[in-house]
Nanobody
Framework: QVQVMESGGGSVQAGGSLTLSCTASPNTYTTYCMGWFRQSPGKEREGIAAIDGGGATSYAESVKGRFTISLENAKNTLYLQMNSLKPEDSAMYYC??????????????????WGPGTQVTVSS
């Protein structure tokens, strides 16, 4: 069972930046595609970024050009650099060994190994 822990969320003004971190149980990053997800009240959880074992990245259109996913294997840590934040980016953010934007919403609903998440609030 994979265990993850997200951190780095906070409150910022629109246009600001935050960097989220995700630590996971050992060897997770060598065997899985890792992704970042978010969920705001009343909305379904959505995948927004992913990085595979070869370092290839992909992003949801809503964050492309503003967010950057990266992985530091030596520290078992996944990052999400978020720039030019908008109020609509406000959500709880999660990481998981799933390929972010490529995972069907129906699967995300069934997935059980979510971490506690980290809250991001962007004010206008």
């Amino acid at each position: 069972q994979v265990q993850v822990m997200e951190s780095g969320g906070g409150s910022v003004q629109a246009g600001g930046s935050l960097t989220l971190s995700c630590t996971a149980s050992p060897n997770t990053y060598t065997t899985y595609c890792m992704g970042w997800f978010r969920q705001s009240p009343g909305k379904e959880r959505e995948g927004i970024a992913a990085i595979d074992g070869g370092g290839a990245t992909s992003y949801a259109e809503s964050v492309k050009g503003r967010f950057t996913i990266s992985l530091e294997n030596a520290k078992n840590t996944l990052y999400l650099q978020m720039n030019s934040l908008k109020p609509e980016d406000s959500a709880m953010y999660y990481c998981a060994p799933l390929c972010g934007p490529h995972v069907p919403a129906s699967y995300l609903k069934e997935y059980k190994d979510w971490g506690p998440g980290t809250q991001v609030t962007v004010s206008s």
